[in-house]
């Protein structure tokens, strides 16, 4: 009795929150192995075990799931290289150089932060459609045009992450560095890079989930089937809003496969994470 | 040297890029933006060449990108708030003028009588007339007539046939006869010239639309009813008695749009409900999910809980998985009929989770404490163990309990960390797009509303619908709504921001 009033009831509490968090992931788990494509069909949680809808979607006939694959990886892929880029670029002027507007700028990069591109949608929108009739490369429904519009967040949350990294790194060998007649770019490349690769990968796996998941702006930037990102196809599928009827098997399946990379790479990368997360606050 | 080399590639890319800009914007005639680009491209080059302001070397592709997509976007926004832009209000005057010229196209009364054979050849079907004075003339809908000297011509000197093209035959004409009808094929290459039609597949007439435009006096003049519809400064052509000729252009027309999200708001319940419902969500998706995480935090904050590791693995699982999924299949797990909570765990009830207006907010509060709490979760442990451990040793040793030492020494310090992170996550949340959307696209709708907002919309949402969702855009309102959201979200923050630095003065 003493045990369960004073830890006892946490084990329930955790057991409770564990049902609550697992049962949706379950769910599309079983829904996925069902070889059912409606929703009643997965209510008895892995009664059959069929591999039928993960073959549906690798054929491709009914949704060319590998292309927005594909496509989801290209400007997932791209935007992320060129955010942390960016980022790791500004993040060395913040931190190793003192000048002016140096704390206005860090701050208005915050401020910035509080207007999520959604806010802007209509005129990213009408500006894509514009350029679009110039230069069509990087117009509506491409990826090009996509990928300009996630860069434009390059300078965000993540430069703050890595600032503060780069802060971290004792400026003595930069000064040791400086001796041996390395420029400011070459302490940059051989110096600050290697000491704070840990934390750089970190804010590429963050940025990268962050762009695979995305839906609002990908939703309205593309439009063609073939030109999707997995997020914005397997929302058509599980919503029906591409005139398709909706078909939750295939949803299912694709959100598994989606899902998994996503979370192995957050689980290796948990510990930096979390510690990335909790210094940008906890000082 | 490699250096040197890659430093004069670096320059040669970004030189190449710009010529190709600003070709292609001067060609477009938009001069300004090729002007605009220059510059920053002189301006660029001139900070790469020299060993000056080194700092702004590596700020300037982020504050470039930053700019374009994001202030120069904003900005934007804020001007669209100001215009009609939206479906029929989308292009130039001129595009209007050139789309007016080729609707309401009617048989010009005098017409001259065009000797018709269909053709059919490798792009389609094309007209070969023969004209009064007895002319071959040959076009189709995309091209213009032009002169067929190498018709061949029956005996009555009609054009038809063309060496590399097919006449269609009368019943193949018959079987095709929708299709011939509606073809258009205008004379000349201006529009307004008019176009030839026919209505018996033997003979085309010239058709023209009864609305033209006078550049003296910058309006569209109908000749069959004389009516003259003058540019009305708000984007179209209208008549005395007020009737407009669709398409107008994209115009300014000031603070329309504001003041008709004004009227809505006076007028119409659900919008008014949209702005509350934005608020309160905001508050309390925020308040529940730190207040929860919060409390999961002191429960597992005991060292003396085994296993204290996986838990955290498993609890902060909602945090690593792709938001639009997890909305998705809570979408599935709620549906009311076939859905996993209604049919198994509620044993077959048909609960309208998401169609009830008051349990689709209340789904869709749950929905977002699911998606929230993790993140509160792993914030507030990380700030209870930064927490000195003296510090709370000497609370206990004065004698604090448990309670006391929470609420005057964990909590207070707790709300120091967390304090901008609230703010943020605010900020975050009243514009919580994905997660209204996906799940119930904002609904339920009540079957009176005009603009279509429903019970769960946010402002963000309704934004989303009036511009890409409702069969008529209006990008001017949307935007409208969104520099609203914008000053909103702005105000609110700079408030509280001052607020928490306050707060932080104290301890």
Known sequence: ??????????????????????????????????????????????????????????????????????????????????????????????????????????????????????????????????????????????????????LGGSLGVMTWLITGNFNAIPRELDEAARIDGAGHFRIFISVILPLAAPMIIVVAVLTFMLSVGEYAIGSVVLNDRDMLTAAVGLTDVATGTDGRNTNWGLFAAGACILATPVLVVFFAAQRWIVGGLTSGSVK | MLQLLLK????????????????????????????????????????????????????????????????????????????????????????????????????????????????????????????????ALVGDPATPLAPAPDAERNDAGKAVGLPGAEALTFQQILGRQDEILGMEVPIAADPADGVLRTQDGQTAFVFRSVRAYDPALDAVVDSSTGVVYRDNGRGNFAAPDGTQIDPGWRAVVGLDNFARMVREVRESEQFLGVFLWTFVFAILSVAMGFGFGTFLALVFNDPRIRGRRIYRMILILPYAFPVFLSVLIWGGLLNPEFGFINEVLLGGAKIPWLQDPWLARFSV?????????????????????????????????????????????????????????????????????????????????????????????????LTYKLAFDNSVQDYGLASAISATIFMIVAAISILSFRRTRRYEEVF
Not at chain 2, 382 to 394: F, K, V
Not at chain 2, 406 to 422: E, G, I, N
């Open chain 2, 8 to 135: 004069l590639l670096g320059f040669a890319v970004l030189n190449a890029i710009s010529v190709l800009l600003v070709m292609g914007f001067y060609g477009a005639g938009v001069w300004p933006v090729a002007l605009l680009v220059v510059i920053v491209t002189l301006g660029l080059d001139l900070l790469y060449l020299g060993p000056w302001a080194v700092p702004l070397k590596y700020l300037a592709p982020g504050i470039l990108l930053l700019l374009t997509f994001q202030v120069f976007v904003i900005l934007y926004s804020g001007f669209t708030a100001f215009t009609n832009a939206g479906q029929g209000h989308l292009g130039t005057k001129q595009d209007a003028i050139a789309a007016i010229a080729l609707s309401g196209r009617e048989r010009v009364p005098d017409s001259p009588k065009y000797l018709l054979a269909i053709l059919e050849g490798p792009t389609g079907l094309s007209f070969l007339v023969t004209d009064p004075d007895g002319a």
């Open chain 1, 1 to 150: 009795m003493r045990w369960f009033l004073q830890t006892g009831w946490r084990h329930l509490i955790a057991w409770v929150m564990i049902v609550v968090v697992l049962l949706p992931i379950a769910w599309i788990l079983s829904a996925s192995l069902s070889a059912n494509g409606t929703l009643t069909g997965s209510n008895e949680l892995f009664r059959s075990i069929s591999l039928e809808n993960y073959a549906d979607l690798f054929a491709g006939e009914r949704i060319p799931f590998l292309r927005w694959m594909g496509n989801t990886l290209l400007v997932s892929g791209v935007s992320t290289i060129g955010t942390v880029a960016v980022s790791c670029l500004a993040a060395y002027a913040f931190a190793r150089f003192r000048f002016r507007g140096r704390r206005e700028g860090l701050a208005a990069i915050l401020l910035i932060q509080l207007f999520p591109a959604v806010l802007g949608l209509v005129a990213l929108f009408l500006l894509l459609d514009w350029i679009g009739d110039i230069f069509p490369a990087i117009g509506l429904d491409t990826h090009a045009g996509l990928i300009l519009v996630y």
């Open chain 2, 365 to 461: 509060l749950m929905v977002s404490l699911w998606l929230e709490f993790p993140y509160w979760f792993l914030i507030a442990t990380g700030a209870l163990q930064s927490i000195p451990r003296d510090l709370e040793e000497a609370a206990t040793i004065d004698g604090a309990g448990r309670r006391r030492l929470f609420r005057h020494v964990r909590l207070p310090l707790l709300l120091v960390t967390v304090a901008p992170l609230l703010v943020s996550a605010f900020a975050f949340a009243f514009n919580n797009f994905n997660l209204v959307w996906l799940l119930t696209r904002g609904g339920p709708i009540a079957l009176d509303s005009e603009i279509d907002a429903g019970a769960t919309d946010l402002l963000i949402t």
